[in-house]
């Protein structure tokens, strides 16, 4: 939680700051007869962002049958996303992605346990509000759907024979903002909080091993996009 918040009173920061910059710079600039500048958003209209994405998974309230808690690794990674916009401020928003974390167990009665490796596809839709959508700076705060997907998993052999992970469906909020550099070009920022329980099965050299975690990856992404 307090990594949300603190996502949040950046992203919030950052906004605030750069429209009144963006806002300070068009109230100083000759006036200009060349609408190509830049087009804002629009009703009717797509965008197709390029990020990339740091996802931290945040491991919250994860425990084991042998004791100890769930430990999954960061992990950096490209992601696309499409938005469509329904009127000027209000966008629905695909999001797609696909990351490596490796997984441990901390804390075990028989200590630190490499569990294995998994891949993961978390395919997230939002509905989005954007503020200023005719302005350079235009922020944005969403909320939606995620359903995460866990496969090409590995366990750590020999002590792990066999691990799996639990598919699942969880909320996600979001907070980011673009800026129109010119034409029909974005660049962006972007903060998401990922609401995700798991259960992972895993049979060991000790015998069988079940473990529980809420992951809730926290995904900070920056990238460019093109307003169609």
Known sequence: MRRILMATCLVGAMSLSGHA???????????????SAFVGKQAGTFMVRLRAIDVIPEDNNSKTSVGGHVDATNQMA???DFSYFITDNIAAELIAATTHHNIKAVGTAVGTVDVGSTMVLPPTVTLQYHFFPHDRFSPYLGAGMNVTFFYDTDP????????????NVG?????????????????????KQIFLETKAHMSTVLGKVSATTNLDPLVIGVGIGYRF
């Open 21 to 35: 910059f963006a806002q300070a710079v068009a109230t100083s600039a000759p006036a200009s007869t060349d609408t």
């Open 78 to 80: 490209p992601e696309v």
């Open 156 to 167: 750590s052999r020999p002590t792990v024979t066999k691990f799996s992970l639990d598919n």
């Open 171 to 191: 909320a996600a909020l979001q907070a980011g903002f673009d800026y129109n550099i010119d034409g029909h070009w974005f660049a962006n920022f972007d903060v």
